[in-house]
Antibody, heavy 119, light 107 residues
């Protein structure tokens, strides 16, 4: 059974960089796509991007080049960095795993980490 | 980006009722659609992939149909534990996009 856990600061100042790590346990880290998805309070879901176990990435253009997702296979972790944050980036950030056998179905998720952008 | 529009945004129904949620894509996405259930304070849970295929362990009262631009999610007999927000998600093109969600409550 795969388990995923987000970690990182819960409060970030405007214009600074939001950094989160997702630690994965209980399953194979290889041959999967690892994504970050966020949900502003009371709102819907937004896919931010993915990193493949090989290190290849793809990002949502809506983030306007502010996002970097990287992977450390030796630690079974992948990370999110979102630069130049504003209040609009306040959200619950989820890490999620693509099932692999079905088209982009997120079958495992972390519990979510609330990140508030405020001075 | 492909826009996904769900309707209604919320609904209230009685236990045992049949509940239907619509999801419309801004362009043809074939059957590249998934459905998720999100209960308050929890991460989304996958229910249906490829528009109509039930995930393992998901009760058979849940079903999905459709292709192209118009999709339907159905709960055949609403149960108290089905209170949640339901999201569709397309994967025909990147970026992956979700509908805005449909909140289902018990009347």
């Amino acid at each position: 059974q795969v388990q995923m856990q987000e970690s990182g600061p819960g409060l970030v100042k405007p214009s600074e960089t939001l950094s989160l790590i997702c630690t994965v346990s209980g399953g194979s880290f290889s041959s999967h796509y690892w994504s970050w998805i966020r949900q502003p309070p009371g709102k819907g879901l937004e896919w931010l991007g993915y990193v493949y176990y090989s290190g290849n990435t793809n990002y949502n253009p809506a983030l306007r080049g502010r996002v970097t997702i990287s992977i450390d296979t030796s630690k079974n972790q992948f990370s999110l960095k979102l630069r130049s944050v504003t209040a609009a980036d306040t959200a619950v950030y989820y890490c999620a795993k693509d099932k692999g056998s079905s088209g982009w179905l997120f079958d495992y998720w972390g519990q979510g980490a609330l990140v508030t952008v405020s001075s | 980006d492909i826009q996904m529009t769900q309707s209604p945004s919320s609904l209230s129904a009685s236990v045992g009722d049949r509940v239907t949620i619509s999801c419309q894509a801004s362009e043809d996405i074939s059957n590249s659609l998934n459905w998720y259930q999100q209960k308050p304070g929890q991460a989304p849970k996958p229910l249906i992939h490829d528009a109509s295929n039930l995930e393992t362990g998901v009760p058979s009262r849940f079903s999905g149909s459709g292709s192209g631009t118009d999709f339907t999610f159905t709960i055949s007999s609403l149960q108290p534990e089905d209170v949640a927000t339901y999201y569709c998600q397309q994967y025909e093109n990147l970026p992956l996009t979700f509908g805005q969600g449909t909140k289902v409550e018990i009347k």
